[in-house]
């Protein structure tokens, strides 16, 4: 992202809970639990749809996290990334 442009993010499982988490530039893992710092957004709650925007204040490559944090089989899903630039 570069600086003042807008990341909307959202996904949708059908029978599966799941997290969203939009991690900073300069991330090497995002299961370090002392760089939980560098986690700019966490969506809301947990459940079947979730959402995150973010508006970026710098520039870099960002890592955004999926985790199903119920486990189940294979569920059909829909994925929504989309970078809007300032303005």
Do not use: I, M, N
Not at 20 to 28: E, V
């Amino acid at each position: 992202l570069r600086r003042g442009e807008r990341l909307f993010a959202s996904f949708t499982a059908s029978g599966a809970e799941t997290a969203f988490a939009l991690w900073a530039p300069g991330t090497r893992s995002v299961d370090d639990l002392g760089r939980q710092d560098l986690r700019l957004r966490l969506s809301r709650g947990l459940g079947a749809v979730e959402r995150l925007a973010y508006t970026e204040v710098s520039e870099g490559w960002h890592y955004l996290q999926l985790r199903v944090t119920v486990p189940v089989g294979p569920v059909p899903y829909r994925l929504s990334v989309v970078r809007k630039p300032r303005g």
